[in-house]
């Protein structure tokens, strides 16, 4: 009975910091009570546990429509890629370079290293340089949901850091560079959707600079959200790859003009660290907030039980819970643990809506529910609560969007001067500056104030006639935000 009583009281502990005191055990204390992912006893790795990965489907699902709208298939390509792939493309293989986990030379494989997949251009296009001939074969657009392994770190953050992830990656062939440029551009403004209208986490979209752009890119569209500590957190790119790998590949195609042509090709993912950038968005300090659109569970009932009449509140729960169907309550009507204490799991682990029913609600034809994120309670007639928890869910999904742009806002700020630059990156905002767009000189940016970046040049707005570089005082190229990053 020792044993028992020592669970149920590991598990009635809720988050023990605060969010504004101490966001990375705040945010990890969330996860891991939330029971979305793990430490895995592999160094270096996470598991994702049914409650996490179920948002990852929800993500998969929601994504899986949209790419059929745009006509991209899904397929699958192996997670071992010869090294001779990989210095086909110079910059590419330089810049994975470090981060590259490799098998050494087995004798079946002519001994050639094989390394497990950073990302896949060289592996697909490959195949892309068998599977292209004509003009007629494109535009081809493919995308598959794998795993990637970089081995740099060993230090995990759960779904933000770890030497293996989920993703989507998307690499797409055109005979033209305005096609690419096109669908590049309709990648990144799908992702900022998905954040939005599904996780409820705002986006900037702009362009990488030079230093940041994706090695081998001609150019790097990116999705950057702001974190409440004040760093950035990019969560999705989309790469005009130019046609610097179908060179290196082989990939061409006889056009209309019967002449053979080099393809333009882009490549665009986004991995699992949404979901990190999710729960750090909205959840509080009694544990995770969810928007409705990802919670698997949308309501979570409970029976205020008494000895008398517990029969008839059991019965009046059990019809509440036909009637809330679609949103897969959970009715909750274990005696085990006092109501109080089943408030508490469900807060910490995010069901939008509580749902109470007692005596005196039975006897009122109502009952009690409360939202997760605002902690607000209402009486619903008991004739009213399917159209009144759905449209409470709908209105949730948009106050989370409309507080997190609201921060967002806040965060925002611009600076032409170093003083000024320096004191917005220490009040962890997010600055828009005039850049000169040399490395060296982000470089040394980066460096001076322990780790700020260039995040993103908008893809409107960013012109900076006339202005000087915010560091170096070199005429600028364009404005860019500013900001420490995860
Ligand atoms: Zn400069």
């Not at 950057?224 to 790469?239: I, N, R, V, Y």
């Amino acid at each position: 009975m020792a044993a028992r009583k020592d669970l149920v009281k590991e598990e009635t502990t809720g988050i023990t910091v605060k969010k504004a005191d101490d966001m990375p055990e705040w945010y990890s204390q969330v996860v891991l009570k939330a029971k979305l992912a793990e430490h895995s006893r592999i160094k270096g790795c996470m598991v994702i546990r049914p409650k996490g990965y179920a948002i990852w489907q929800t993500v998969m699902d929601y994504f899986n429509e949209r790419l059929k709208m745009i006509g991209v298939e899904n397929a699958y390509f192996p997670m071992f890629i010869p090294e001779s792939f990989f210095e086909k493309e110079k910059e590419h293989a330089e810049g994975f370079e470090p981060e590259v986990a490799w098998i050494e030379k087995k004798e079946d494989d002519g001994g050639e290293r094989l390394a497990l997949r950073p990302t896949s251009e060289t592996i697909m296009y490959d195949s892309y340089s068998r599977w292209v001939r004509s003009h007629r074969d494109l535009p081809l657009r493919i995308n598959q949901w794998c795993n990637i392994v970089r081995w740099e770190v060993s230090d995990v953050k759960l779904f933000l850091r770890s030497r293996e992830f989920l993703w989507q990656e998307g690499h797409c062939v055109y005979a033209t560079e305005e096609e690419c440029d096109e669908e590049v551009r309709i990648i990144i403004d799908e992702y900022a959707r998905l954040c939005e209208e599904l996780l409820a986490v705002p986006v900037i979209v702009g362009r990488k600079s030079e230093k940041e752009k994706f090695a081998g890119a001609k150019y790097t569209l990116t999705i950057e959200a702001f974190m409440p500590d004040g760093k950035a957190l990019q969560c999705g790119t989309s790469h005009n790859l130019g046609q610097g790998f179908g060179k290196a590949f082989g990939i061409s195609f006889v056009g209309e003009d019967e002449k053979r042509h080099t393809p333009w090709q882009s490549s665009w993912g986004f991995s699992t660290r949404l979901i990190g950038a999710m729960v750090m968005t909205h959840s509080d300090d009694k544990g995770l907030v969810l928007p409705p659109k990802v919670a698997k569970n949308k309501v979570a009932i409970v029976p205020i039980i008494f000895d008398t009449g517990k029969k008839q509140i059991l019965a009046e729960a059990g019809k509440v819970a036909d009637e809330l169907a679609p949103f897969d309550p959970i009715l909750d009507d274990s005696e085990e643990h006092s109501a109080g204490w089943k408030f508490n799991q469900y807060e910490v682990e995010g069901v939008p809506l509580r749902i109470e029913i007692g005596p005196k609600d039975i006897e009122k034809r109502q009952v009690v529910m409360v939202r997760r994120d605002t902690g607000e309670k209402s009486f619903v007639p008991r004739k009213e609560i399917l159209a009144t928890v759905r449209k409470t869910l709908d209105t949730m999904q948009t106050d989370l969007l409309a507080r997190a742009k609201e921060r967002l806002e806040r965060s925002m700020t611009a600076a032409e001067t170093w003083d000024a630059f320096t004191t917005a990156i220490d009040e962890r905002k997010l600055v828009f500056s005039p850049h000169c767009g040399e490395e060296e000189c982000e470089d040394w940016i980066k460096d001076k104030t322990g780790g700020a970046s260039t995040r993103a040049i908008p893809l409107k707005g960013s012109e900076a006639k006339g202005k000087a570089c915010v560091h170096c005082g070199k005429p600028a190229a364009y404005r860019v935000y500013f900001s420490k990053s995860y």
